[in-house]
C-alpha cells in the first residue's frame, strides 16, 4: 500500500491532517511565494482544497494561519539548504498512521496546566503551549487504541474518538 502524503498541523489548538501540504509547499516556494505575501493563506487554501483536502468555510482563517505558519519553518528550512522530510510515523495494521484517526483532544477551556498528561505520556505527543496548557503536538505519535492519559487528567480534559472508529482498520486491508 502506498503511503499517502499527509501531514499533520496543529488548527486552533486541535491537530488537523492536510493531504499532499509537502507539494503544496514545494509549488508555493517555487513560484517564489514569501511567508510575509498578504494573499499567501488564500494561496494555501486554494492548492489544499486542489489536493481534495476538505476545509470548513467557519475554519478558513485557523486553516490559513496554520498553513502560513508551518511554510514560514518550510521557507526557513528551504533557505538553508535542507529541504524539510516527511515524518515517518510507521503502519498500524498494514495502514500508514496517519490515517488513523486516533489520538488525544485537548479541551483548552477545561486544561489547567498541571502537566500529568506531559509526565505520563514517554510517546512525545504532548507539548505545553505558551499560556502554560497543553496541546497535542505529535498526534500520530500516539499509541493506537491506548488512552490511558485519559486517566490522569483531573479535569477531564483529555478526550479520545469512540473506540468503533478503529474497527474499519482492524483487517489490514
Ligand atoms: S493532564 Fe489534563 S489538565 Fe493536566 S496538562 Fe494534561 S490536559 Fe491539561
Ligand atoms: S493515549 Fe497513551 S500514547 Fe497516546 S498520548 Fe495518551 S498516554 Fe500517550
Not at 499527509?6 to 507539494?23: K, M, N
Not at 486554494?46 to 518550510?74: G, L, T
Request: glycine share 10%; proline share 8%.
Amino acid at each position: 500500500m502506498s503511503r499517502g502524503n499527509y501531514c499533520q498541523i496543529i488548527v486552533g489548538g486541535r491537530p488537523a491532517s492536510i493531504q499532499g501540504l509537502d507539494e503544496i509547499f514545494d509549488v508555493l516556494y517555487e513560484q517564489g511565494r514569501q511567508p510575509g505575501d498578504s494573499s499567501l493563506g488564500a494561496a494555501l487554501i486554494e492548492q489544499a482544497r486542489q489536493r481534495h483536502n476538505y476545509i470548513p468555510k467557519p475554519a478558513v482563517d485557523d486553516f490559513a494561519q496554520a498553513m502560513v505558519s508551518e511554510y514560514r519553518k518550510y521557507v526557513e528550512q528551504r533557505l538553508c539548504g535542507c529541504k524539510p522530510k516527511p515524518v515517518d510515523y510507521g503502519m498500524w495494521r498494514g495502514h500508514p498512521r496517519e490515517q488513523v484517526p486516533w489520538f488525544p483532544t485537548v479541551a483548552l477551556d477545561l486544561c489547567d496546566g498541571c502537566g500529568a498528561c506531559l509526565k505520563f505520556c514517554s510517546f512525545g505527543v504532548f507539548e505545553t503551549t505558551e499560556d502554560g496548557k497543553v496541546l497535542v503536538a505529535e498526534p500520530f505519535k500516539c499509541q493506537v487504541g491506548c488512552s490511558s492519559c485519559v486517566r490522569v487528567c483531573k479535569p477531564k480534559a483529555i478526550t479520545f474518538p469512540p473506540r468503533n472508529v478503529l474497527e474499519t482498520f482492524r483487517s489490514g486491508r
